[in-house]
């Protein structure tokens, strides 16, 4: 088990992103997510961090499970982190910008996340975030990084 959680919010065509005030990823756009404590699940970890992070409350039908990502060596604790998508209905009502402690809060378009020219999303996004939205299936994504660059992504179906 990994000692993190990553959320990606989704409504219509539009996931919830922060542009984090911290390490890793400072100054990035990603998911919303965060520490497992001690004796947590990781869904009851996510839906926590989602309702610290952005005030929305989510149920555990709204959440899926879709795998996990490793890396080789990063500028984070640990070295993996469970990933989930997580729908809201069309019509959710969140008006953003937000600036929140983690970061500031807005609706970005799946288009624009997953453009790999977009230098403001967090660099491995664009490689696992298509594959989340568009299949049931679970995965396993393995970022190899040298020197804080990204040289590739890896996904094996689990």
């Not at 919303?32 to 926590?48: S, W």
Request: glycine share 6%.
């Amino acid at each position: 088990m990994y000692r993190y959680t990553l959320g990606f919010i989704k409504r219509k065509d539009e996931i919830l992103l922060v542009n984090r005030e911290k390490k890793p990823w400072k100054g990035s756009w990603n998911g919303v997510g965060g520490k497992l404590n001690l004796n947590e699940t990781i869904d009851t970890c996510i839906i926590r961090e989602i309702e610290e992070e952005t005030g929305i409350t989510v149920l555990p039908n709204q959440i899926e499970d879709k795998g996990y990502l490793t890396w080789n060596s990063f500028d984070a604790m640990g070295q993996g982190l469970h990933i989930f998508l997580i729908t809201l209905p069309d019509d959710f009502h969140y008006p953003t910008p937000i600036l929140t402690q983690e970061g500031i809060l807005d609706w970005k378009k799946i288009e624009w996340i997953n453009d790999f020219e977009n230098y403001g999303v967090a660099d491995n996004i664009p490689y696992f975030l298509p594959t989340v939205l568009s299949k049931k299936d679970r995965y396993h994504y393995h970022c190899t990084f040298n020197d804080k660059v990204l040289v590739s992504v890896t996904k094996e179906k689990i």
